[in-house]
């Protein structure tokens, strides 16, 4: 199995901060990396897919990176409907996800 | 506009069955890919299954030999069986269509979810 561990857990941050979060599989998994949010009570979210390809109607602060084993989300400038946790997810084999970031108000 | 609704959730107790349902509309299932996720309450998510447009299934490890999914293409309708269930099945489970890319897929459309919670 491919594991998928994110750091950090979590982060504090303030209104228009830059937000990294970045994701390390256990073996390469070439692009075949995306990206979600998830707000409470409510289903995950696609953002990014392909590890840098934006999901439409997504805004264009978010964007993403990577290949391999490593790779990060970047939220350019956060905005209060940010806040929330988000998840990476491979599909090279199975599929699998991180455990999660979540993004809390600083 | 792509829509799914489960149903089928609820209070079991440990060693029972529950079907679980995923009603689609906007999205034909039998022509695409269609997985389960779920999540526990208070953790992360968790992958649980697929069937491919073809008709071949998989499974994470934690559900291989206990969970079956499946389709009912007159009814556009997803489903997963559950059997031999135990606490650490509890959890929310939602159905997600999958878009296809070369050698990739994401999860594009979820359901609201439905609530599994095994309890004696």
């Known amino acids: 199995d491919i594991q998928m561990t994110q750091s950090p857990s979590s982060l504090s941050a303030s209104v228009g901060d830059r937000v990294t979060i970045t994701c390390r599989a256990s073996q390469s998994i070439s692009t075949y990396l995306n990206w979600y949010q998830q707000k409470p009570g409510k289903a995950p979210k696609l953002l990014i897919y392909a590890a840098s390809s934006l999901q439409g109607g997504v805004p264009s602060r978010f964007s993403g990176s990577g290949s391999g084993t490593d790779f990060t989300l970047t939220i350019s400038s956060l905005q209060p409907e940010d806040f929330a946790t988000y998840y990476c997810?491979?599909?090279?084999?199975?599929?699998?996800f991180g455990q999660g970031t979540k993004v809390e108000i600083k | 506009e792509v829509q799914l609704v489960e149903s089928g959730g609820g209070l079991v107790q440990p060693g029972g069955s529950l079907r679980l349902s995923c009603a689609v509309s906007g999205f034909t299932v039998s022509s695409n890919y269609m997985s389960w996720v779920r999540q526990a309450p208070g953790k992360g998510l968790e992958w649980v299954s697929v069937?491919?447009?073809?008709?071949?299934?998989y499974y994470a490890d934690s559900v291989k030999g206990r969970f079956i999914i499946s389709r009912d293409n007159s009814k556009n309708t997803l489903y997963l069986q559950m059997n031999s269930l135990r606490a650490e099945d509890t959890a929310v489970y939602y159905c997600a269509t999958m878009t296809l890319l070369t050698g990739t897929d994401y999860f594009d459309y979820w359901g609201q979810g439905t609530l599994v919670t095994v309890s004696s």
């Open positions: 069937i491919y447009s073809g008709g071949s299934t």
């Open positions: 997810q491979q599909s090279h084999r199975a599929r699998s």
